[in-house]
């Protein structure tokens, strides 16, 4: 059973950065896809990034893409979410997950293992 851990959130401005980690541990994470999602409140959790398991492949969610870059070391156990451009609107609780499939998908259900989120604020 593999635990996620997500650090590197927390409030900063309309145009800042943050840099989200997620650390795995009791497997390695080299042969999945991994994936970030988020979730603000009173949404339902959606898609942001996912990458491949050798980082060669990447996907984005449409508001993010250009912003923020994900970005993974097998060697470290580690997964990545740059957020560059921040804005209010991406204020929520940020999720890493690794997948239960080969390819990306953007798909929640077909990550089968969730870290407990990290908040993640942005004031205007």
């Known amino acids: 059973q593999v635990q996620l851990v997500e650090s590197g959130g927390g409030l900063v401005q309309a145009g800042g950065s943050l840099r989200l980690s997620c650390a795995a541990s009791g497997r390695t994470i080299s042969n999945y896809v991994m994936g970030w999602f988020r979730q603000a409140p009173g949404k339902e959790r959606e898609f942001v990034a996912a990458?491949?398991?050798?980082?060669?492949?990447?996907s984005y969610s449409h508001s993010v893409k250009g912003r923020f870059t994900i970005s993974r070391d097998n060697a470290k156990n580690t997964v990545y979410l740059q957020m560059n451009s921040l804005k209010p609107e991406d204020t929520a609780v940020y999720y890493c997950?690794?997948?239960?499939?080969?390819?990306?998908?953007?798909?929640?259900?077909?990550?089968?293992?969730w870290g407990q989120g990290t908040q993640v604020t942005v004031s205007s």
């Open positions: 997950a690794l997948s239960r499939y080969t390819t990306i998908t953007s798909s929640d259900r077909s990550y089968n293992s």
């Open positions: 990458i491949s398991w050798s980082g060669g492949t990447t």
